[in-house]
């Protein structure tokens, strides 16, 4: 088994000018609330232009789907759109998509618009943690890895977003242990185990999510 941390370097030197790029079209985001996505040569799609409310509307179509359908849908339905089309609008643009869930995320989008300015309000805070211990208590359907997500898209390094190919690393490098279910007490003990590979290569937690990312997929995505 190759070590973490030689995969990881093998990972910087191939894709690296790659996660450069995603980190600081996060940080605009964070800056700016504003920012240009561009996901080429990993998805064939024009770049494209995000703000905090569209951002937190990808994180909900991509749970449970795939990054890319998520990209897909996000430069279909525009800044614009997620604030603006109604409910059968979005359903519709969804299910053409082919995302196996439309109903329960055009319901979900629509819901969150009643909390663009929260959203706005958390993407000017500091610290991470305490951001998202308020999305998971404030945003119907958020739970530590939506709100994690959302997070480190908007340009914030210090969470981690356990999704399947981050646990299935962990387990398969003997991290942590294999469970059924991802708690919030499991969740936090893998953030621990990925943050003792931070601090040893100093790294983030944004750099080195997209980096093992790239070593389960092939791609540089978000």
Do not use: W
């Amino acid at each position: 088994m190759i070590p973490v941390k030689e995969e990881i370097e093998k990972a910087r030197k191939e894709v690296g000018n790659y996660v450069k790029q995603r980190l600081s079209e996060f940080k605009n985001l964070k800056k700016n609330h504003l920012t240009t996505f561009d996901f080429r040569p990993f998805v064939d799609i024009q770049p494209y232009q995000a703000d905090i409310f569209s951002e937190a509307c990808f994180c909900i179509l991509t749970a449970n789907s795939s990054a890319t359908l998520g990209i897909k849908l996000q430069k279909e339905i525009g800044i614009d759109g997620f604030r603006e089309y109604s409910y059968d609008e979005l359903f519709d643009i969804i299910r053409k998509k082919g995302h196996r869930f439309a109903a329960q995320r055009a319901d979900r989008i629509v819901r969150l618009r009643n909390q663009i300015n929260l959203l706005e309000e958390v993407a000017d805070m500091v610290d991470g943690k305490e951001a998202r211990e308020i999305l998971v208590r404030e945003v119907y359907g958020y739970g530590y890895k939506e709100a994690s997500h959302f997070l480190r898209n908007i340009g914030f390094d210090d969470v981690a977003i356990i999704d399947r190919h981050i646990f299935r690393y962990l387990f398969e490098k003997g991290l942590v242990k294999p469970r059924k279910t991802i708690t919030k007490k499991v969740y936090l003990e893998c953030e621990e185990a990925l943050q003792k590979i931070v601090d040893e290569m100093g790294l983030t937690q944004s750099e080195l999510d997209l980096y093992i990312f790239y070593l389960k997929t092939g791609k540089v995505l978000k």
